[in-house]
């Protein structure tokens, strides 16, 4: 497929696709972003180094990869006079996560792998500070994706976490692995997964709700393995937990699993009011709620839940004038996986963010405002719901 019209399909013109940017005296044919030098004007919340940046680099700036394989792609970052600037702040996004996921490699930061999850085309960009460079992708079906539509797995009961042992698993899209954990008190639980085929793993523990808890996502790729994963989470309380291991993009992987567990009733905290979908506060279509997260002190993220009345296109924002925050949506019963996520700091503003769905009556949906930094100070925001109904 043209370059061009991988471009055109996700909503660049051919100026944009080509990078095309005018600079005092010279025109740069690359896929460029220059800082504005008025940007700081603004107050954008820069580090110093992102105000030392005036362009990024993506290497390749296409790609096509098969269902379930991946590719890996490197940011540089220069500053006015052309020199390499070390940087870790980059920003990483698709503009269609249900084809083509990008993956941190955590011990490289200006190092990503784009992963194909079905077949299309996306686009990848790399932001820092107002500097921001793109990556065109194509995906076509392959070897990975026939094995999975082959598969006649059922999903899996959810079997006992092996305390104390390691046992064998399978995964796949279609049937993620699941383990029960009855924690009878507070402590400190410990996951290790380890691939035995060449599967890209991700660790998941989830609470009774089936969101992940804080801390509880592995994707670290220990020692560059993309098939080992393991952490060690507090618990806070008495109740009953899930671990998933699914892989990463799509699939089939077999790997082996185990648990190590440390009751300590001091770890335990109070439940959050608002912490778990199953504690959301209700919300209206066409009024707004005022709220605030405070993740230094615990608060990490707020619920809300909208019964739909009548069907249309149905907008979520939040506007906050200090902090950061990360809007997400979620389906009735499904907690571990945002349908949508919204990160785009609208307006500039970092806690500006909107998500805009297709509802149908009767359906009840789920929005969870986080904040981008765990260790973030009090955000104050405002939540507004409004829907355009169906006119049919």
């Known amino acids: 497929m043209h370059v061009l019209s991988i471009f055109r399909r996700v909503g660049l013109t051919a100026c944009d696709a080509l990078g095309w940017a005018t600079v005092p005296g010279r025109v740069v044919n690359r896929l460029r972003v ?6 700081i004007a603004f107050g954008w ?17 296409t790609a096509q990869i098969e269902v379930g394989t ?21 920003r990483w996004t698709s503009s269609d996560p249900e084809v083509v996921r990008v993956k941190l490699d ?14 299309g085309v996306a686009l990848v960009s790399v932001t820092m500070g107002a500097a921001q460079a793109f990556l065109a992708v ?3 079906a392959g070897a990975a994706q026939a094995l999975v539509a082959e598969s006649v797995l059922a999903s899996p009961r959810a079997l006992p976490l092996p305390i104390g042992s390691a046992i064998p698993g399978t995964t796949s899209t279609g049937a993620v692995a699941s383990y029960d954990f009855n924690a009878p008190a507070a402590g400190v639980l410990t996951v290790a997964v380890r691939a035995t085929t060449e599967t890209d793993l991700v660790l998941l523990v989830t609470d009774t709700d089936g969101q992940v808890l804080r801390d509880g996502q592995s994707d670290q790729d220990l020692g560059g393995d993309s098939g080992a994963e393991q952490l060690a989470i507090t618990l ?14 799509s699939g089939l992987g077999e790997f082996r699993i185990g648990a190590s567990w440390l009751e300590f009733p001091e770890l335990e905290r109070p439940a959050d009011p608002d912490g778990s979908p199953s504690t959301a506060s209700p919300m209206v279509v066409g009024e707004g709620i005022n709220d605030t997260i405070d993740p230094s002190a615990g608060d990490h993220w707020d619920w809300f839940s909208i019964r739909i009345g009548q069907s249309g296109q149905l907008r979520v924002a939040t506007l906050a004038r200090e902090g950061d925050l990360v809007l997400e949506s979620f389906n009735e019963g499904e907690f571990a996986e945002p349908v949508e996520r919204s990160d785009q700091d609208l307006q500039e503003v970092a806690g500006n963010e909107a998500i805009v769905l297709g509802v149908t009556a009767g359906q ?3 929005f969870k405002v986080s904040a981008f930094s765990s260790t973030a100070e009090a955000i104050a925001y405002r939540l507004t719901a409004g829907l355009i ?4």
């Not at 955590?106 to 077949?119: K, Q, R």
Request: glycine share 8%.
């Open 45 to 61: 919340p820069f580090s110093a180094a992102a105000q030392a940046i005036a362009e990024l680099q993506i290497a390749p700036s």
């Open 70 to 90: 991946r590719k890996g792609v490197l940011v540089t970052a220069y500053d006015a006079g052309g020199n390499v600037v070390p940087s870790t702040d980059f």
């Open 364 to 366: 009840t949906l789920y």
């Open 389 to 392: 109904s169906d006119t049919r």
């Open 138 to 140: 194509s995906v076509t």
């Open 106 to 119: 955590p011990a490289t930061p200006n190092l990503a792998y784009v992963v194909g999850v079905a077949p």
């Open 236 to 249: 806070p309380r008495a109740g009953r937990y899930s671990v998933r291991v699914r892989p990463f993009s």
């Open 34 to 39: 220059f800082v504005a030098l008025g940007a």
